[in-house]
């Protein structure tokens, strides 16, 4: 019979554990079950050292373990794996590799827990068996079931959601009511002597069990529940894999946003300079460079989002080389500034204040030259009046808003 333990009683236990652990020997043991062939996998390997992401299942399986709270570690290996096995546990365990043990698995999983529970020092008193197939367990979870063992098993589970049918060859049979049914996990905790009976009665009837909790249950012992985790699905088949390969790839990386602005007054002798163009007959904008406001609040909001300071700081009148420069100079320099700062342009977009110049006939022509001058990253440039408002509107200068959008190379 399923049962849920109160959760104060869980917190409190839970903290005699660790006060315990902390102070003397362990009295917990966890045994991870890794003596599996993985023939559903088709790796060509023991499934437990088929390799993630630079990890094998048993090295995730064990960060979890090590994660927990400290007990004795069994690790039950493949007959042959021996060595690679227990370079893992060594691994994984660092300073805490003395409470660790490596044996060998039988022919059946039963045997290989059997194999666990003899290697098992005299203090332990709780005994979680786990399978390491099960590699991406929380060490809460590890932690709550060692926690809720007293004189019963503890297993953790998942409510069923599927619609589920009784089939007959391909004819469907019935349904089936899944409120009363539960995807079972591990780790499974046992109180030891319990499961050390348990165990040997199991072995000496021939008795095979699917589970540790239904050996314990057929031996007389009461075994209750305790919510499982998503995390905790067992590798099997290739999808599996694949489902555990995507769960540890890096979350991408954030975008970040800048915002630039920039105001030139008309003035100066030549043409005007704006948007990456040249325009004949257009008063020019002055400043340090060819003032065009539009590159260079376009060249402020890239560096404010990439943290990278400001364009004072690294165009201003400080750095002589840059009177006078076009916008491909400024734009390029930027370009190179993020990408060695590891940084990918994502867009661009940019709108300036002004009466003139008549903007609409050369947009497409403008974001084309910077979007060039940017590598290659999409600008997208519109223009506006003030309604005769403020000094745009008093045909005096112009005035540009530009944000940016950069993401972080992995």
Avoid: C
Avoid at 280 to 301: K, N
């Amino acid at each position: 019979m399923l049962r849920h333990p109160p959760s104060s009683r869980l917190q409190a236990l839970g903290a005699a554990r660790y006060r315990e652990s902390v102070t003397a020997a362990p009295t917990t043991a966890i045994i991870v079950v890794a003596a599996g062939s993985g023939t559903r996998l088709g790796a060509g390997a023991p499934k437990a050292l088929v390799d993630l992401d630079g990890h094998s299942v048993l090295r995730h399986a064990l960060d979890g373990v090590f994660a927990a709270a400290p007990m004795q570690v069994i690790v039950v290996a493949p007959a042959g794996y021996e060595q690679d096995v227990a370079d893992e546990l060594a691994d994984a365990a660092g300073e805490r590799a003395g409470s660790t043990r490596v044996v060998t698995g039988g022919a059946t999983r039963q045997q290989s827990v059997a194999a666990g529970l003899a290697a098992l020092d005299a203090g332990i008193r709780t005994v979680l068996v786990h399978d390491a197939a099960r590699a991406l367990t929380p060490a809460a979870q590890i932690d709550a079931i060692a926690d809720a063992v007293t004189d019963a098993g503890i297993l953790p589970v998942l409510p069923v959601v599927d619609t589920l049918k009784r089939v007959d060859g391909d004819a469907v049979v019935a349904a089936v009511d899944r409120s009363v049914l539960a995807a079972a996990q591990t780790p499974q905790g046992f109180p030891r002597q319990a499961l050390d009976a348990a165990y040997a009665r199991a072995l000496a009837s021939a008795d095979e069990h699917t589970d540790d909790a239904a050996l314990f249950a057929a031996a007389g012992g009461e075994v209750r529940s305790i919510r499982g985790s998503e995390r905790a699905f067992k590798i099997t088949t290739p999808a599996d894999l694949q489902r555990a390969r995507t769960l540890l790839m890096p979350a991408p990386a954030a975008p970040r946003i800048g915002i630039g602005t920039d105001v030139h007054a008309f003035g100066g002798e030549g043409n005007l300079w704006l948007a990456g163009l040249e325009w004949p007959g257009e008063q020019p904008l002055s400043g340090h460079s060819d003032g065009d406001a539009v590159a260079h609040a376009i060249v402020d909001a890239l560096l404010g989002a990439a943290g990278l300071g400001d364009i004072g700081a690294h165009f201003g009148t400080a750095h002589p080389e840059y009177a006078g420069a076009h916008a491909d100079v400024f734009l390029g320099r930027t370009a190179r500034m993020l990408a060695d700062a590891g940084f990918t342009i994502g867009n661009v977009s940019v709108q300036f204040q002004g009466n003139r110049p008549r903007f609409s006939a050369r947009r497409v022509e403008a974001e084309r030259a910077l979007s060039q001058a940017l590598g290659g990253a999409s600008v997208s440039v519109s223009a506006t009046t003030t309604d005769g408002l403020g000094f745009p509107g008093r045909g005096e200068g112009i005035a540009v808003t530009a944000v940016a959008l950069v993401l972080p190379q992995r």
